[in-house]
């Protein structure tokens, strides 16, 4: 789709805003302005290196606008725990309400459709929504911005504790087929608050879509939360996705993303550690095969002093995958006794399999304490051979390594059903699949 | 039941292997000796089926059948066990999952179902106490931080829950206290049957005071230079490897495999 179709996309979605609260219009034609000046990134953009979103921006797309035909049965592979956990469904980029479930929240706790949320003049969505993830986010994020029909809204208030998970779920259908959807999520954590919030991207079938979501998630003093974002999106879809958290001091915010999905898929993570003593834990795994690209990029900026940050990411790539992963952290001259490490592991299971890493630190604080390191390997020849003295077959000894591999990370995720759901997925997710040139 | 005749072996250019012959009969022990460098681990690894080791010549039947056309989980599954000089450390994959698994596959090869989970579970139990292996081992990552003298023990746990025919022992004792020695050799002693043999490859005699073999071969070179009863130990325990490896043709030099 070109720069154009999006700009004259947004010309007629203006023209139809009458529902929207005032305010927002103008935030959204300085987003589409940026999106303009900038248009899609090239691999000139040294972010964007080893990433081509040309298969994006030559793609003709029309606006994602509901449709589908999604039961609360077909909803059953994609999620997590039982029937306690509150559960919103945005079916090809709408919400869903008959297929999803606000009950037994305590009291004051907000799970919305941001577009309910901004019809309502709710002041939380007024405050926070685009204050975090801004047009210097880059172009997706203006186009988001710019474009965003819905999305899900969660407000936690002060000293709350959401004992049980909330899901967002973000699924796709065969009427998703050539559109376009860049649906915004807010989540804002009031002081001393704690939640965990699961947001799952996932298809049914295989349709070719775009999909460009943005969460802000903003952390009062003392909040907890723990993101965990699902990427299992189509296998012919596009997967643009950017995740911004800002922290107050003492909050900690635990971060996961899973990204199996997605013929190309571009997700960024990002945290502020504004306020001292604040804590963050970035981690990821990525799995991917065929001619699949996975990207992730993470930015951990270290504003404020005495906060710590920890990082594991892990990368499986069979077939002719590429993987890319670009960490960030930057410690700020105020950020004295920072505590950063950060880690990236890569497991290549074939010879046409490849991986970029890059963990950079940027440090301008003299007394921090900061390690970063990135690895690329196979799978060990002496233990595959070990298994299988014992009599397991040479595909199960691989599958069982690979896992191996993989389950380090996701077992840090302290959800158990989620845990265990990802751990599942890691496990069957080569089996079967091609794994020539080993052994 | 392993009849190897003229075994030549090695690593890309490097012959380590070089005219081996040995048989080995059901209820048997046999105890393969020789100093670093002779070759031990490489027949040990070879009957084992290590992808790294190229066979040249000579064959290897176990049961009438050609051992060396056999993958390495083949050779498992009919019976064959390595206990690793150096075993593997697998993180991520729990003992307790690992034994399941291999058990099951061996039962799988023979047609039959796998076994249910508690009885597995009271079969473990049981062969733990006989290498006085603590339960929470189980719990534990494969060899993953484990001492070494945890990870022998963890070798023999594992054969003595598989129930090998042929056990092949890599020298096994290297390592162990006199304690840990003494348990793994019960955990082998326990598990003789008139059925199973077991190829004991060590380079001390003191092993062989706890499990007594029948009889006793020296490599050197590559090459069986002497085979005895169970009093060619004691000799070489008397008088080191020196005078057999000097009767020995040339090429004994060579570091560790």
């Not at chain 1, 909803?75 to 029937?83: Q, R």
């Not at chain 1, 309502?120 to 186009?143: C, K, Q, W």
């Not at chain 2, 072996?9 to 040995?22: F, M, N």
């Amino acid at each position: 789709m070109t720069v154009q179709a999006f700009l004259d996309e947004f010309t007629a979605f203006a023209a139809d805003g009458g529902r929207e609260p005032a305010w927002l219009l103008p935030v959204r034609r300085a987003a589409i302005e940026r999106f303009r000046e900038l248009g899609f990134p090239t691999t000139h953009n040294e972010d964007w290196h080893f990433t081509s979103a040309a298969p994006i921006a030559e793609a003709a797309f029309v606006p994602l606008s509901g449709g589908g035909d999604v039961r609360a049965a077909d909803l059953e592979p994609f999620t997590f725990g039982d029937a306690s956990w509150t559960q919103l469904v945005f079916v090809n980029g709408r919400y869903a309400p008959d297929l999803s479930s606000v009950a037994g929240l305590p009291g004051r706790v907000r799970v919305a459709s941001l577009a309910d949320a901004l019809r309502e003049g709710v002041p939380a969505v007024r405050e926070r929504l685009t204050s975090l993830a801004s047009s210097d986010h880059g172009a997706f994020v203006a186009l988001n911005t710019a474009l965003f029909v819905d999305g899900a809204f969660v407000h936690v208030p002060a000293n709350v504790v959401v004992a049980h998970p909330i899901h967002l779920l973000f699924i796709a259908d065969a009427d998703a087929a050539a559109g376009a959807s860049h649906p915004r999520t807010l989540i804002v954590a009031d002081h001393h608050a704690q939640a965990t919030i699961v947001e799952s991207y996932v298809a049914i079938g295989d349709p070719l879509y775009f999909m460009n979501p943005v969460t802000e998630v903003v952390l009062g003093d003392g909040a907890q939360v723990t993101h965990l974002r699902v990427q299992r999106e189509s296998e012919r879809a596009f997967h643009v996705g950017t995740s911004q958290a800002h922290q107050a001091r003492d909050s900690r915010y635990s971060s996961f993303s899973f990204a199996t999905g997605a013929a190309l898929s571009r997700t960024n993570i990002y945290t502020v550690l504004a306020g001292a003593g604040g804590e963050a834990t970035l981690n990821g795994l990525y799995m991917a095969d065929g001619s699949q690209h996975v990207d992730h990029q993470t930015r951990i900026e270290h504003i404020a002093p005495n906060c710590t940050s920890h990082e594991v990411y892990k990368g499986v790539l069979d077939g002719a995958a590429h993987g890319v992963f670009n960490g960030k952290v930057y410690v700020h001259p105020e950020a004295q006794k920072t505590d950063g490490k950060q880690t990236n592991n890569n497991l290549l299971l074939s010879p046409d399999a490849h991986v970029d890493t890059k963990p950079q630190l940027e440090i301008f604080a003299d007394d921090v304490k900061c390690t970063h390191g990135a690895t690329v390997g196979q799978l060990d020849e002496i233990a595959l051979f070990y298994l299988r003295s014992r009599g397991l077959a040479a595909d199960d000894a691989k599958t069982l390594l690979t896992y191996a591999f993989a389950a380090d990370v996701v077992q840090r995720i302290d959800e158990p059903s989620v845990r265990q759901a990802l751990e599942t997925l890691a496990r069957e997710r080569f089996v079967g699949a091609a794994t020539a040139g080993v052994g | 039941m392993l009849e190897i005749t003229d075994l030549h072996a090695g690593i890309g250019d490097r012959e380590i292997l070089k005219g081996i012959s040995l048989s080995v009969s059901a209820g048997e022990v046999h105890a393969i000796m020789g100093p670093n460098g002779s070759g031990k681990s490489t027949l040990a690894q070879v009957l084992a089926g290590h992808p790294g080791y190229e066979v040249t010549s000579g064959t290897a039947t176990y049961d009438g059948e050609d051992l060396l056309a056999l993958p390495p989980e083949e050779r498992a599954q009919k019976g064959i066990f390595l206990a690793f000089q150096y075993p593997v450390e697998i993180p991520g994959v729990t003992n307790a999952y690992f034994l399941r698994a291999a058990f099951n596959e061996i039962r799988k090869s023979k047609g039959l179902e796998e076994m249910d989970p508690m009885e597995f579970r009271d079969l473990v139990e049981e062969r733990l106490r006989l290498v006085d292996m603590d339960p929470d081992m189980l719990t534990r990552a494969v060899n993953a931080g484990f001492s070494g003298g945890e990870k022998k023990r963890n070798e023999i746990l594992q054969m003595a829950v598989l129930g090998p025919r042929l056990a092949i022992l890599d020298e096994t004792d290297s390592g162990l206290d006199i304690d840990a020695l003494r348990v793994v050799a019960h955990g082998v002693n326990s598990l003789r049957r008139p059925d199973n043999a077991t190829i004991v490859v060590t380079h001390y005699q003191r092993l062989l005071n706890y499990i007594v073999p029948d009889r006793v071969h020296v490599l050197a070179g590559g090459r069986i230079v002497k085979s005895g009863g169970k009093d060619l130990a004691l000799e070489l325990e008397a008088r080191g490897y020196d005078w057999l490896v000097e009767a020995a043709p040339a090429g004994v030099a060579g570091a560790g495999v």
